[in-house]
Nanobody, 124 residues
Framework: QVQLVESGGGLVQAGDSLRLSCAAS????????MGWFRQAPGKEREFVAT????????YYADSVKGRFTISRDNAKRTGYLQMNSLKPEDTAVYYC?????????????????WGQGTQVTVSS
């Protein structure tokens, strides 16, 4: 059974940092791209960042570029999202996902597996 379990969310103030983790089990983690997506109340899920299978290439949404860093440790089967300089508009449930299609890694529906999400709340 495939499981992706996010952790590290919480309530922080604007300008603070958080590090999200995504622990994978039941799949060959290194065979999948890993992405982070988020969904704010009343809004559609949106792409945040993704990293390719070996970790060699990363992509970011314009809204987080320069503030967020995605990474992965295939030996630990864990992915990470380091979030710095957080803003109130970053408030959302953050989901990690594994899968994706080369050349279309920003498209969430093309990911095979999803975690349950972790809440990030940034107060002003």
């Amino acid at each position: 059974q495939v499981q992706l379990v996010e952790s590290g969310g919480g309530l922080v103030q604007a300008g603070d940092s958080l590090r999200l983790s995504c622990a994978a089990s039941g799949l060959t983690f290194s065979s999948y791209a890993m992405g982070w997506f988020r969904q704010a109340p009343g809004k559609e899920r949106e792409f945040v960042a993704t990293v390719t299978w070996t970790g060699g290439t990363t992509y970011y949404a314009d809204s987080v570029k320069g503030r967020f860093t995605i990474s992965r440790d295939n030996a630990k089967r864990t992915g990470y999202l380091q979030m710095n300089s957080l803003k109130p508009e970053d408030t959302a449930v953050y989901y990690c996902a594994a899968g994706g299609v080369p050349g279309r890694l920003r498209v969430g529906v093309l990911y095979d597996y999803w975690g349950q999400g972790t809440q990030v709340t940034v107060s002003s």
